[in-house]
């Protein structure tokens, strides 16, 4: 199975804030990679797909790089909308499977 | 609008059986591959099981495989879950999900618990 390890698996930012989060595979996955947002009591909502192309609808502050093994999730600016917790995801091998997420927090 | 509404979740014993059942709309149903993610309570997002468009190919999660089966009805837009011997971990909120990951519903709870 391909491992995703995602970090930091918490994150205390500030409103304006940069930050990034990081997936790291266990093997090359190509593009085949997607990050998701998830606010409590709700189902996950796709931000990026393919690795870097921003889902409609999406704001442009969020931002996908990477390939192959190593992915980034860059917010450039910490909306208040923004604090939730957030997945990534490969879907090129069976189990497809997530990151263990990452927390988003205001500070 | 794009639609995916889960039914049939609640509460059964351990060792037994649920059908989860998820109505699609909007979408050429039949184009698009389908998946079962699940929850568990404060966890994180484990995907279950995915069928393809015409339902000739199916893939599982080792945790499930054997216990769980997938299906669709492509006349009613329905995806299907078939749930048997169900054990305490697999209690959880199961996402139904269609295409690439892109189209979620709202969830459907599974409670094990005797």
């Known amino acids: 199975d391909i491992q995703m390890t995602q970090s930091p698996s918490s994150l205390s930012a500030s409103v304006g804030d940069r930050v990034t989060i990081t997936c790291r595979a266990s093997?090359?996955?190509?593009?085949?990679f997607a990050w998701y947002q998830q606010k409590p009591g709700k189902a996950p909502k796709r931000l990026i797909y393919?690795?870097?192309s921003l889902q409609s609808g999406v704001p442009s502050r969020f931002s996908g790089s990477g390939s192959g093994t190593e992915f980034t999730l860059t917010i450039s600016s910490l909306q208040p909308e923004d604090f939730a917790t957030y997945y990534c995801?490969?879907?090129?091998?069976?189990?497809?499977?997530f990151g263990q997420g990452t927390k988003l927090e205001i500070k | 609008e794009v639609q995916l509404v889960e039914s049939g979740g609640g509460l059964v014993q351990p060792g037994g059986s649920l059908r989860l059942s998820c109505a699609a709309s909007?979408?050429?149903?039949?184009?698009?591959?389908m998946h079962w993610v699940r929850q568990a309570p404060g966890k994180g997002l484990i995907w279950v099981s995915r069928?393809?468009?015409?339902?000739?190919?199916?893939n599982y999660a080792d945790s499930v495989k054997g216990r769980f089966t997938i299906s669709r009805d492509n006349a009613k837009n329905t995806l299907y879950l078939q749930m048997t011997s169900l054990r305490a971990e697999d209690m959880a909120v199961y996402y139904c999900?269609?295409?690439?990951?892109?189209?979620w519903g709202q969830g459907t709870m599974v409670t094990v618990s005797s």
């Open positions: 999900v269609a295409g690439v990951f892109d189209i």
């Open positions: 909007g979408f050429a149903f039949s184009s698009y591959w």
């Open positions: 069928i393809n468009g015409d339902g000739s190919s199916t």
């Open positions: 093997q090359g996955i190509g593009n085949d």
């Open positions: 393919a690795a870097s």
């Open positions: 995801l490969q879907h090129n091998n069976y189990p497809y499977t």
